[in-house]
């Protein structure tokens, strides 16, 4: 599937984007884990979630919808039932990576497989502290998928300071933690998204954090049973982006997007941007569980940032909209310390620099990170044709830069886009934004 993009101008409306990716997984899976009935709303229906709804499925939990909710019948933390052939985790990294320490701790074998680009990503990250809490898993000798899971009498709990910044590793560890003997420690010391601990609490399971200058340290002891609860899930900030990097670079523009996940470890973007000096407003801030806001957006002139290292954790999938504004920004926008980019659904530093340059931009690539040299507030894109390598957030945001292009822009291989924001194309009609997919 391609998209092609027209030039934009006075992008206006009100949006509501879909279920939070993150905090869905997370939602389907403890349902799935508690003793009865849950009830979801706002899931995300993207093929991401999907997945995991299947590989659920796959192990006997009844997952139905009804009047646009989810239900979900759970088993409890030992009634899964053992898969009749591999689970297919396509191309979710979250999904197979939390899934990992849930299977790791079953009493059958499992065998965990995805598509091309999920077998080309780094598993050795949970597959070694698995181990360490003696889990049976195995990967390829490359540390990539099949992921093999043999059953072990039980798992040991284990303290573990986080080698790299991933919320998955951390979740994968907690998910493995309800069934291990003792407290599971882990401490990190970049604070990744903490959606886990957050539905931890929300499913009544009892989870301590700690957090001290240095590190953040969560402590958590083995669970019995889990309560079933419904769960309302808000917009994800992620999808979000796109449509306030829209609203940001096109001229005229006012968007306003309702109901949009905040919480603080998920909206580096929104710090970075406005350190660029954009118009962005929260209102209606609602303190729930998972807190959210209404984000009111307007056309901004950017100025070029050194972005601070902490943040990059905190706005890892939102890099590729970042790179879009960072070019169109006065001056220039240094990025380090991103190393983890290179191990997404694509090679996201090395794929976004092929689009800069398609674009037209001038920058420099480096190991872990990037220098943009930006365009400034009348600058304009090349028009060109893009390859998105199949990766959901470089086509969506590549399709967004092109609203500043000088003519139509073509982007190539955007099926992915179905993983996160299935209706991406219908929501930017919405706003005004001329696109066309075929
Ligand atoms: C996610 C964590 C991040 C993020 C991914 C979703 C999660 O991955 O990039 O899209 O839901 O835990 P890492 O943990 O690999 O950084």
Not at 10 to 38: F, N, T, W, Y
Not at 248 to 254: F, R
Request: a negative charge; hydrophobic letters at 40%.
């Amino acid at each position: 599937m391609q998209f092609k993009i027209q030039k934009g101008n006075g992008l206006k409306g009100e949006i509501i984007v879909p279920g939070d990716k993150s905090i869905s997984h997370r939602a389907i899976m403890l349902a799935s884990l508690a003793d009865g009935k849950s009830e979801i709303s706002g899931l995300l229906e993207g093929e991401d979630c999907n997945a995991t709804i299947e590989v659920f499925r796959m192990m006997g939990i009844s997952i139905s919808k009804q009047k646009g909710n989810f239900l979900i019948e759970g088993k409890g933390l030992r009634g899964l039932e053992e898969p009749s052939g591999p689970l297919d985790f396509k191309n979710s990294g979250t999904s197979v990576r939390l899934c990992s320490g849930v299977l790791a701790a079953q009493e059958f074998s499992s065998t965990l497989i995805g598509d091309t680009s999920l077998s080309s990503r780094p598993m050795k990250r949970i597959i070694e502290p698995l181990g360490l809490m003696g889990a049976n898993t195995s990967s390829t000798e490359e540390g990539t998928l099949p992921i093999m899971v043999e059953p072990v009498d039980s798992l040991q709990s284990i303290k573990y300071s986080l080698p790299v910044a991933s919320a998955q590793v951390k979740s994968c560890l907690l998910f493995a933690g309800l069934y291990s003997q003792g407290i599971t420690e882990i401490e990190e010391k970049i604070t990744t998204r903490d959606h886990t601990e957050r539905m931890f609490e929300q499913f009544g399971i009892p989870i301590e954090v700690f957090q001290s200058k240095a590190a953040k340290l969560i402590k958590l002891n083995k669970v019995e049973d889990i309560n079933p609860t419904n769960i309302n899930i808000c917009g994800d900030f992620s999808s979000a982006s796109f449509f306030i990097l829209a609203a940001l670079i096109t001229p005229n523009s006012e968007l306003l997007l309702r109901n949009v996940g905040v919480n603080s470890t998920r909206i580096g973007f929104l710090h970075a941007l406005r350190h660029m000096g954009a118009n962005i407003e929260l209102k209606n801030e609602i303190k729930t569980f998972e807190p959210t806001a209404d984000i009111l957006v307007r056309t901004s002139t950017l100025k070029g940032i050194t972005l601070n290292t902490n943040l990059v954790a905190n706005m890892i999938d939102e890099m590729p909209a970042f790179f879009i504004a960072a070019s169109l920004a006065e001056g220039i926008t240094k990025v380090k310390d991103a190393n983890e980019l290179r191990t997404k659904e694509s090679d996201r530093l090395q794929v976004m620099s092929e689009v800069l340059n398609s674009f037209g931009v001038k920058f420099r690539l480096e190991e872990d990170g990037i220098l943009i040299n930006g365009l400034g507030k009348n600058g304009t894109f090349k028009a060109s044709e893009i390859n998105s390598h199949g990766d959901h957030r470089i086509a969506m945001a590549s399709s967004i830069g092109s609203l500043r292009s000088d003519g139509e822009t073509s982007v190539l291989d955007c099926l992915n886009v179905n993983t996160s924001f299935p209706n991406f194309i219908d929501v930017c009609k919405e706003v005004g934004i001329n696109i066309e997919a075929s």
